[in-house]
């Protein structure tokens, strides 16, 4: 039995999906945010729903390249709205009684901003080569639990992804860049695995479209994660840069506003002169 969703779960997705909807407009009203981070969230929420769809998990169980474009949804599509949104800034400030802020999450927070990009590209590339290259991606067609939790480690890893790339900050900024050419040389490398196989690398595939047809049918599938690659690590790049730009323009402003206030009490300033902008 192939582990497609049912009417019923997806139902619960579509429920799930309002909810989220819901509870972001409501905060996104109280907040008085841009447009289009409305927009984007019930964009990326629309586009989880959608690859979770009964039609695109019937397309996904038949052929390797069926399931490669759901993937995507989620990460080229799904994952750069939802970061767009910037959905936990807007809730904090909506409620911000809903966090008690700490020493630990400082920690925490500080650690994060200083190691997400190179945490979360190793995480992403890690998720990939893990679920296209072992059993998981078979045990996942056959198992809806297994199923369920590779959707979620492809959302999270992307997502993760997305917003440390989008992070600001000067000291990460070199590292940012960086983390998209690593992206780019662990899809290219993933990409020349599939596509130089001479068997195929899914059992349930090779049993449904016989071999030749399986191996035939996995070139397409590495075909669409070179095309997909580009289009998501080339925004990623441009999304880099344009960070580290912006944020040198702010550090630069800043720096000049305070060499203009001749009369001011300034305190030294700090050692990473990022703290101005952040």
């Keep these: ?16 999906g309002f909810v989220a909807i819901g509870v972001y407009g409501l905060a996104w009203l109280r907040t008085g945010g841009p447009h289009w981070r409305l ?7 629309a586009a989880v729903v959608i690859a979770t769809s009964p039609p695109i998990e019937a397309i996904a169980v038949e052929r390797f390249s069926g399931h490669m474009i759901q993937h995507l949804l989620f990460i080229v599509i799904a994952a750069p709205l939802l970061v767009l ?8 400030r909506a409620w911000p009684h809903l966090v008690r802020s ?31 290259l072992t059993g998981i991606y078979d045990l996942a067609l056959d198992n809806r639990l297994v199923h369920d939790l590779e959707h979620i480690a492809y959302l ?18 070199v590292t940012r860049v960086g983390s998209v050419f690593a992206i780019i040389a662990g899809t290219a490398m993933l990409g020349i695995v599939l596509l130089t196989a001479s068997a ?12 030749a ?33 912006t944020t040198e323009e702010r550090i630069a402003v800043a720096a000049e506003r305070l060499e203009r206030a001749p009369h001011a009490s300034v305190s030294p300033p700090p050692a990473d002169a990022e703290s101005i902008v952040t």
Excluded: K, N
Aim: with cysteine.
């Design 213 to 245: 047809a399986a191996v035939d049918d996995q070139r397409v599938a590495a075909s669409i994660m070179w095309v997909s690659g580009m289009a998501m690590t080339v925004p990623l790049l441009l999304l880099a840069v344009w960070r580290w730009a």
């Design 200 to 211: 195929p690398l899914v059992p349930t595939y090779a049993e449904q479209l016989g071999d």
């Design 102 to 132: 700490s020493r630990t999450e400082r920690r925490v927070a500080g650690w994060w901003h200083r190691y997400a990009p190179i945490v979360a590209p190793v995480a992403f590339v890690v998720t990939l080569f893990v679920t296209h």
């Design 1 to 16: 039995m192939f582990a497609h969703a049912s009417v019923v779960e997806h139902a619960v997705v579509l429920v799930g």
């Design 39 to 45: 927009a984007s969230w019930c964009a990326g929420v």
């Design 85 to 92: 949104a910037a959905p936990v800034a807007t809730v904090l």
């Design 156 to 173: 999270g890893a992307a997502v993760a992804l997305w917003a440390a790339v989008r992070g600001v900050g000067r000291a990460a900024a």
